[in-house]
């Protein structure tokens, strides 16, 4: 199995973000985070992790890392789907160097 690239700083907590993505199961367009607005040039995913077996409640992450117009890498994720009752959430988790 190849190895996943994961973020040099992992936010102890994700952040929630707000994202325009063009369709459902795809990589956002652009997320918001901290007032400011980043157009994603790049993106690299989904990769999904499955909650905890022993954790009844619980969303799967669909994990993306994507790269900005300015060549910054965030690892974003999305937890949920978009057919389920609710509207998935996104969040930032981490930075890449």
Sequence with gaps: QKDKLRPIHLLRFPHP???MA???DYP???F???EQIHYI???DGPE???REWWIEDGLHRDYYMVEDDEGKRYWLFRSGHYDDEKQPRWFLHGFFA
Excluded: G, L, S
Aim: hydrophobic share 35%; proline share 17%.
């Design 17 to 19: 973000i707000e994202v």
């Design 22 to 24: 063009p369709i459902p």
């Design 28 to 30: 956002p367009i652009h």
């Design 32 to 34: 918001k985070y901290r």
């Design 41 to 43: 040039k790049k993106a």
């Design 48 to 50: 999904r992790i499955e």
